[in-house]
Nanobody, 123 residues
């Protein structure tokens, strides 16, 4: 499984960005595809995830109501729409896949990772 994240960039506080994560390869069974972020000097933090089975989405408290996930099954791509961005959202954003756990929110549950895309929010 390979994941390609894209869509990062620089934006002013209050602005929006949409990240994409394109998956290739076969993933057997149920899985979660999730977004994490890592700011300089901090641990990787779970942002959101989506269940492969029913598309249910889950969000961390810091982004709930501002971020939303969606998917395009034909393109094997998931998106993270980020609105009302804040300076504290600045980080490298990673997408990952957790096999066998379609509600995974822990870093250690994720086996496959994309390369990361940088989001910079200026205040």
């Amino acid at each position: 499984v390979q994941l390609q994240a894209s869509g990062g960039g620089s934006v002013q506080a209050g602005g929006s960005l949409r990240l994409s994560c394109k998956a290739s390869g076969f993933i057997s069974g149920d899985y979660a595809i999730g977004w994490f972020r890592q700011a300089p000097g901090k641990e990787r933090e779970w942002v959101s995830s989506m269940s492969s089975s029913d598309g249910a989405t889950y969000y961390g408290n810091s982004v709930k109501g501002r971020f939303s996930m969606s998917r395009d099954d034909a393109e094997n791509t998931v998106f993270l729409q980020m609105n009302s961005l804040k300076a504290e959202d600045t980080a490298v954003y990673y997408c990952g896949v957790a096999q066998g756990n379609n509600a995974a929110i822990k870093v250690q549950d994720y086996k496959y990772w994309g390369q990361g895309t940088l989001v910079t929010v200026s205040s």
